[in-house]
C-alpha cells in the first residue's frame, strides 16, 4: 500500500555506496528527503542527483538529510556518486524491499522503476509525496515544504 502524506516513513535498513549498512533509525529526529530514482548515470536521473547535490547545503542547514535510492547495485553508486561529486547517501535496493514499503509505482506503463520524492518531518511524518518523470523540480519541491517546517 502506498505511503500518504501524514503516514510515518517506514523503518528500513540497506547498504550504502560504501558498503556501510544503513538503519534509518539513526536520522531519528531529522527532517529527512527521501528519493527514489530509475537507474544511475542516466540524464535525468543525473539532473535529479547533481540538483540535490548543488543545494545539499541548503538542505543540511535545514537539518535535513537527503537519501537517494534506486535498484542500482553499490559499486553503480559508488561510480556514480564518485563522478558527480554526490555529498548525500546513496542506497541499493535491488530487491526494491524500501520502494515496496513506500508503495512507488513503475512509470512507463510499468516497466521503468518510478521516480517520486517523500519528505518527512523530525517526527518521520511525511509532509511531500512529489511524483514526477521530471528530475531538477524535485529537489525544488523538497526544499520548499522544508523551508516551511
Known amino acids: 500500500m502506498a505511503l500518504k502524506v501524514g503516514d510515518r516513513i517506514p523503518d528500513f535498513t540497506g547498504t550504502d555506496s560504501n558498503g556501510n549498512h544503513f538503519d534509518l ?6 527532517p529527512l528527503v527521501i528519493y527514489f530514482y530509475p537507474k544511475d548515470d542516466t540524464r535525468v536521473c543525473t539532473e535529479q542527483a547533481c540538483s540535490f547535490r548543488d543545494q545539499y547545503e541548503d538542505f543540511k542547514a535545514l537539518g535535513a538529510e537527503v537519501i537517494g535510492v534506486s535498484g542500482d547495485s553499490k559499486e553503480s553508486h559508488i561510480a556514480f556518486a564518485d563522478k558527480y561529486k554526490l555529498p548525500f547517501i546513496l542506497l541499493s535496493d535491488g530487491d526494491k524491499k524500501i520502494r515496496k514499503a513506500f508503495g512507488v ?40 515544504i522544508l523551508k516551511a517546517f
Do not use: C
Open 105 to 144: 509505482p513503475n512509470d512507463y506503463f510499468g516497466l521503468i522503476p518510478g521516480r517520486a520524492t517523500y519528505v518527512a518531518d523530525k517526527h518521520g511524518i511525511v509532509k511531500l509525496i512529489f511524483d514526477s518523470t521530471s528530475g531538477r523540480i524535485h529537489m525544488e519541491k523538497a526544499l520548499e
Open 25 to 30: 533509525k539513526k536520522y531519528t529526529g531529522k
